[in-house]
């Protein structure tokens, strides 16, 4: 079965500090894409980062990078400088290259910035 | 460009109505999906389409549920009747294949 597991399923930081969400996955198959998705109160679904399988350096955008340990299936998100339009819902996912369409979503992790 | 286009964006109704979701995807893309959020099971994918084909319904929850695409640029998600347990934010999402899927905005829908 192809599953991903969030662990924190709240979190609390101060304005300005780094923040990491964790996530798991697991698959059999060696080629994927993961992503994280952000879902801010207006309910949005927002791509945040992705990352290619088959590449070993981590993605990067601005204040957003992950830590990718494919051996552990390991994918956690490391927010930088955490603003308060952070505050969001965030969502870990990934999809099998070559197989379904599907997107697999873990059950999110709630992330209050406070300031 | 614009993105993903859900309409309406709120609906309440009574129960046992028909309530019909709409969604016009970016332009370009040949997937669509359909996902339904609640609070108690997340994120579900529902159905999604190819180049206008169901590939996968094996999320609709029962024959009350309908979803079709009759051209490149619209679908709609039919519920008929519908129940209170229908109460849930659907959300449309489009991509092109194996690249990030871009959602609409969403549904609320209320089921009284």
């Known amino acids: 079965a192809q599953t991903v597991t969030q662990s924190q399923p709240e979190m609390s930081v101060q304005e300005a500090e780094t923040v990491t969400l964790s996530c798991t996955y697991d698959t059999s198959e060696n080629n994927y894409y993961l992503f994280w998705y952000k879902q801010p109160p207006s309910r949005q679904m927002i791509l945040v980062i992705r990352q290619e399988a088959y590449k070993q350096q981590n993605a990067t955008e601005n204040r957003f990078s992950v830590n990718f340990q494919k051996a552990a299936k390991s994918f956690s998100l490391k927010i930088s400088d955490s603003q308060l339009g952070d505050t969001a819902m965030y969502f870990c996912a990934f999809v099998i290259i070559q197989g379904a369409q599907k997107l697999v979503f873990g059950q999110g992790t709630r992330l209050t910035i406070n300031p | 460009d614009a993105g993903v286009i859900q309409s309406p964006r709120h609906e309440v109704t009574e129960m046992g109505q028909e309530v019909t979701l709409r969604c016009k995807p970016i332009?370009?893309?040949?997937?669509l999906f359909w996902y339904r959020q609640t609070m108690m099971r997340g994120l579900e994918l529902l159905i999604y389409f190819n180049n206008n084909v169901p590939i996968d319904d094996s999320g609709m929850p029962e024959d009350r549920f309908s979803a079709k695409m009759p051209n490149a640029s619209f679908s709609t998600l039919k519920i008929q009747p519908s129940e209170p347990r229908d109460s849930a934010v659907y959300f449309c999402?489009?991509?092109?294949?194996?690249?990030?899927?871009?959602f609409g905005d969403g549904t609320r829908l209320s089921i009284l």
């Open positions: 999402a489009s991509s092109l294949s194996y690249q990030p899927q871009h």
């Open positions: 332009s370009g893309h040949d997937y």
